[in-house]
């Protein structure tokens, strides 16, 4: 009786033994899955910018079309403004965070705000 309490223990001290190796590999797949959704969730946001930035161009393009094309800073600059006016800042706003006056902020979403409105009205008119 002595020696099947002895097998008993010993038997399940080696599987204590075992399972505390497989717990320590889950961890380590635990940590790697962690690292790998934080690594894809970077790559989404990297990527959401750039689908905005060929958006907003997009868009530029469309309205300068014929004209001559404009300086990269001022391209940045519009690009920025669209941004933040797509977001739904006011204009006083985008002035604050662009260091722009009002007027100008306006007068450079014009001709965006036009379309916009356009769009609209012929999707309510279907």
Known sequence: MMEWALIILFAAAVLLFILSFI??????VDSQLEQIA?????EMNV?????RNI???????????????????KRNMLREVLDLH????SFESIALKTKQPEEEIERMLTPYM???NERR??????
């Open 121 to 126: 009205n012929v999707a309510n008119d279907i």
């Open 38 to 42: 934080s690594t894809f969730g970077d």
């Open 114 to 116: 036009k379309t916009t």
């Open 47 to 51: 990527l959401q910018e750039k689908i």
């Open 23 to 28: 717990k320590k590999d889950s961890v380590k």
């Open 55 to 73: 958006e907003i161009d997009a868009e530029i393009t469309v309205q300068e079309a014929g004209i001559l094309a404009m300086s990269s800073e």
């Open 86 to 89: 797509k977001r739904g800042y």
